[in-house]
């Protein structure tokens, strides 16, 4: 199973961009999807995770109000759109998808990061 992140870019504070991050190799709609940030020198982050059905969303307080996670199964792919964004936003994003193993939740996969900054 392949992770694969894209839309990461320079953005100026306030603007918008949209990630997407597509799952190949896997049946795609197993698996709740999630979010992850991480910074330059700082640990990685949560920011926002999706259920497998796409009715459950929950997010990193940080972001709340400002980011959107939605996924479409027909394409095997998760999106992450940021508004408003600030330049403490700026991290390399990276997607996981989690699974319930019958006793815990477990990441299965990740993928690679897709840089995001934000300009002051």
């Known amino acids: 199973v392949q992770l694969q992140a894209s839309g990461g870019g320079l953005v100026p504070a306030g603007g918008s961009l949209r990630l997407s991050c597509t799952v190949s190799?896997?049946?795609?709609?197993?698996?709740?999807m999630d979010w992850f940030r991480q910074a330059p020198g700082k640990e990685r982050e949560f920011v926002a995770g999706?259920?497998?059905?796409?009715?459950?969303?929950h997010f990193d307080d940080s972001v709340k109000g400002r980011f959107t996670i939605a996924r479409d199964n027909a394409k095997n792919t998760v999106y992450l759109q940021m508004n408003s964004l600030k330049p403490a936003d700026t991290a390399s994003y990276l997607c996981?998808?989690?699974?319930?193993?019958?006793?815990?939740?477990?990441?299965?996969?990740w993928g690679q990061g897709t840089l995001v900054t934000v300009s002051s």
């Open positions: 996981a998808a989690r699974r319930h193993t019958g006793s815990r939740w477990e990441y299965a996969f």
């Open positions: 190799g896997g049946t795609f709609s197993m698996y709740n």
């Open positions: 999706i259920s497998w059905s796409g009715g459950v969303t």
